[in-house]
C-alpha cells in the first residue's frame, strides 16, 4: 500500500545524532537514550512498540519498511507522529547493514546522511496521510478477518486435542490453591490496569506473573513478580535478579526458543511444556496449579491486538480461554467492580473510630460524668441496703 496526502509532512531542518539499530523493536528499546535516532524494520508498527519509543524519548524513528501496509489500522505511527517524532518510512532496507550502532546519522528532510555521504532516502509520513491510510484499513478490513479466521479455525483442529491434555506442572516453591493469579504482559494499557489494581493485589495478594516483559512493567509499578515465566527474550538483568521463580516456556514439539539465553545466563530455571502464546501457558499453569481467579493484564484478545504482535490468527487463546472458563477476567472488569467495593478493613475502622469517638466524647462531657455518678450513688444506695 502507498500512502497518499494532501500535504507533504514536515520535519525539522535537521536532526543529527547517534543510531541505534535493530531489526527487533522490542530488543532496542531497552538500549535506546533519549535523543538518540531509532533505526528499524517494522513492518505494521504497533502501538506498544511506538509507545517504548515515545517513552525512550528518541529524536527520530527510521523504519526500513512500512510503518502502516493497509492491512490493518495498527495504531503505532499515529502515536509517535503525534508525540512530535519524525517518522521516516520505507527506507531501503540496505541500510541496516550499512550503518553501526552508535554511528552519527543527520537526518535533513527525506535524507539520511552520516559524515556528510548520502545514505539512503525515505518518505516522512504526516498524521493527515497516516489518518487516511488508516481509514482505507478500516474500509477494507474485512479481508483480514477473513484470512484470520481462517487462519484461527485451521490451528483450532490441530491444536484443540492438544490444548486439553493433562499437562505436568513444573516444580515451583509458589502456591496457587485458593489464591487470586495476577498475569501481567506488557501489553495495551498494562500500567493504567495496574494503577488501578493496587488496592486489589494489596487485599488480596495473588500470586503475580510477569509473562517475558511483564515482569519488568510490574518492577515498574512497584510490584515483585512471584514468577516469570516465557522465553526470556524481553527481560531484563533486574526482572532475572528480583527472586522470582522462573519458568521456561516449551512447545510439545521440542521448541524452546530462549533456553540458550538462560543457559548462557547461568540462572535457575524450569521448563513447562505446553502449547500456545506464552500468555495462554502462564493462565494455565495458575489454573492447572489451583488458583481461585485468574485476573489477566495487558493480554491480547482482539483480532488487530494480535496482528500488531504478527500472529496470524488466536487459536490457541480461543482454546486457552474455553478451558478456563469463568475463573479467568479482565484487568479492567476487576478495577471497576473493585472501586466501588466497600472492605471489611473499611469497615472495621470505620466502627472503631466510632467507638473512639463516644469513647472520647464520654470522658469530657460534663453531663454525662453527673449522670454516671448519679447512677453510681443510685446503686450504691441500692445494694448497701
Known amino acids: 500500500m502507498r500512502l497518499r496526502s494532501r500535504k507533504r509532512a514536515s520535519t525539522p531542518t535537521e536532526i543529527v545524532a547517534a543510531a541505534r539499530v535493530d531489526r527487533r523493536t522490542k530488543d532496542m528499546i ?28 528518541v529524536a527520530a524513528v527510521v523504519n526500513c519498511a512500512e510503518s502502516i501496509s493497509g492491512r490493518y489500522p495498527n495504531g503505532g505511527p499515529i502515536r509517535v507522529v503525534s508525540a512530535g517524532i519524525p517518522l521516516l518510512d520505507r527506507v531501503d532496507p540496505a541500510m541496516m547493514d550499512a550503518i553501526r550502532e552508535g554511528d552519527v546519522l543527520t537526518l535533513d528532510g527525506e535524507e539520511i546522511r552520516r559524515n556528510g555521504e548520502l545514505l539512503a532516502k ?27 479466521a481462517e487462519n484461527t479455525l485451521e490451528y483450532v ?9 493433562p499437562l505436568t506442572l513444573p516444580p515451583l516453591h509458589t502456591h496457587f490453591q485458593g489464591r487470586h493469579a495476577l498475569v501481567v504482559v506488557r501489553g495495551h494499557d498494562y500500567r493504567d490496569d495496574l494503577a488501578h489494581l493496587r488496592a486489589y493485589i494489596r487485599e488480596y495478594r495473588p500470586v503475580l506473573i510477569g509473562v517475558d516483559g511483564g515482569a519488568d512493567a510490574l518492577l515498574e509499578m512497584g510490584f515483585t513478580p512471584d514468577i516469570i515465566i516465557g522465553d526470556f527474550d524481553s527481560v531484563s538483568p533486574r526482572g532475572l535478579e528480583c527472586g522470582a521463580e522462573l519458568v521456561h516456556h516449551v512447545h510439545p514439539d521440542g521448541r524452546a526458543p530462549g533456553r540458550e539465553n538462560l543457559l548462557e545466563w547461568g540462572v535457575d530455571y524450569v521448563e513447562f511444556v505446553a502449547e500456545g502464546t506464552s500468555e495462554d501457558v502462564a493462565m494455565l ?22 496482528l500488531d504482535k504478527g500472529r496470524p490468527g488466536m487459536a490457541s487463546t480461543f482454546l486457552t480461554r474455553l478451558r478456563l472458563g469463568p475463573v479467568l477476567v479482565d484487568a479492567k472488569g476487576v ?51
Not at 533505526?39 to 509507545?51: C, E, G, S, T
Open 157 to 165: 483442529r490441530k491444536e484443540a486435542r492438544l490444548t486439553f491434555e
Open 122 to 148: 525515505g518518505h516522512v509520513l504526516g498524521a493527515l496521510e497516516i489518518e487516511e491510510a488508516m481509514d482505507e484499513a478500516r474500509a477494507t478490513i474485512g479481508t483480514e478477518l477473513e484470512r484470520f
Open 335 to 385: 478495577s471497576r467492580l473493585y472501586e466501588g467495593r466497600v472492605r471489611r478493613l473499611d469497615i472495621v475502622l470505620l466502627v472503631s473510630a466510632a467507638l473512639i469517638a463516644m469513647l472520647v466524647v464520654g470522658i469530657v462531657a460534663e453531663p454525662i460524668h453527673v449522670f454516671a455518678r448519679g447512677l453510681w450513688v443510685t446503686l450504691k444506695d441500692i445494694f448497701s441496703g
Open 30 to 57: 531497552p538500549r535506546l537514550q533519549a535523543g538518540e535516532i531509532a533505526v528499524i524494520k517494522h513492518r505494521d508498527l504497533d502501538r506498544v512498540a511506538a509507545d517504548g519509543l515515545i517513552e525512550a524519548g
Open 285 to 306: 499453569l495458575a489454573y492447572e496449579s489451583g488458583a481461585q481467579l485468574i485476573v489477566a493484564v495487558g493480554t491480547h484478545a482482539t483480532m488487530v491486538e494480535f
